[in-house]
Structure formats: structure tokens, C-alpha cells
């Protein structure tokens, strides 16, 4: 089998959602404070299918900070009382500060 770029992407953000700790849905968020600021290029999806979805954002560093991992999470609520997915990604300069992350275990048919 050819390694293709969209092969690796997949498999790379498998691995992150896969690494991630178990116990991501129905847990309760923390408050969070919405920083669209820290996220020129917002974030992006990809490659839906009916459980899941590649979910892409770009986190450079600011004001020298230099963080290296994000905690994704995905909500099915808008005040995010309702974590249905999520884990970590790791970022970095070897990236451009990129991160792709598989979010799985998602409903068919919902936002």
C-alpha cells in the first residue's frame, strides 16, 4: 500500500484521538473562556463520515508562549455543557504550529 499524504494525516489524527484518555463523552466542561484571538485561521473540518470528523485549526505562539499541546473538545451543546468527544493534540514549529485531530464516536446527523 502507497503512503499517501491523506493517509498519513488520517492515521496521524487517529493516533492522537486514539492516545487520547478514555471518558472524553458526557463529562461535564470546565469553564472556558473563548480566545478566537489565539486562532488566526479559526478551525476547520474535513472528511465527515456518520461517527466522525477531522477537525483542523492553527495555534501559533503568542507573546512568546510556546504550548505545545491543545485539549480539543467537542460539545453537544453551544455553552459546551455536554462534552460528547474530545482529547489532546500536539502542536509545534515542526507543524507550523498545526494540528489535525480525528474526533470519533460522534452521533450521525447532528451539529
Same mark, same amino acid.
Not at 473562556?33 to 466522525?52: I, M, T, Y
Not at 504550529?97 to 452521533?107: H, I, K, M, P, Q
Given at each position: 500500500?502507497?503512503?499517501?499524504?491523506?493517509?498519513?494525516?488520517?492515521?496521524?489524527?487517529?493516533?492522537?484521538?486514539?492516545?487520547?484518555?478514555? &471518558?472524553?463523552?458526557? +463529562?461535564?466542561?470546565?469553564?472556558? $473562556?473563548?480566545?478566537?484571538?489565539? !486562532?488566526?485561521?479559526? =478551525? %476547520?473540518? /474535513?472528511?465527515?463520515?456518520?461517527?466522525?470528523?477531522?477537525?483542523?485549526?492553527?495555534?501559533?505562539?503568542?507573546? &512568546?508562549?510556546?504550548? +505545545?499541546?491543545?485539549?480539543?473538545? $467537542?460539545?453537544?451543546?453551544?455553552? !459546551?455543557?455536554?462534552? =460528547? %468527544?474530545? /482529547?489532546?493534540?500536539?502542536?509545534?514549529?515542526?507543524?507550523?504550529?498545526?494540528?489535525?485531530?480525528?474526533?470519533? &464516536?460522534?452521533?450521525?446527523?447532528?451539529?
Amino acid at each position: 500500500m502507497r503512503l499517501t499524504r491523506r493517509t498519513f494525516l488520517v492515521a496521524s489524527a487517529l493516533g492522537a484521538s486514539l492516545a487520547a484518555a478514555p &471518558g472524553w463523552a458526557g +463529562r461535564a466542561a470546565r469553564q472556558a $473562556v473563548e480566545r478566537r484571538d489565539l !486562532f488566526p485561521q479559526g =478551525v %476547520a473540518s /474535513g472528511d465527515p463520515d456518520p461517527n466522525s470528523v477531522i477537525l483542523w485549526t492553527r495555534r501559533p505562539p503568542v507573546d &512568546g508562549s510556546s504550548a +505545545r499541546t491543545l485539549v480539543v473538545e $467537542v460539545a453537544s451543546d453551544p455553552g !459546551f455543557r455536554r462534552i =460528547v %468527544a474530545g /482529547g489532546r493534540a500536539t502542536i509545534g514549529a515542526e507543524t507550523d504550529w498545526t494540528s489535525r485531530f480525528l474526533a470519533t &464516536g460522534l452521533e450521525p446527523a447532528r451539529e
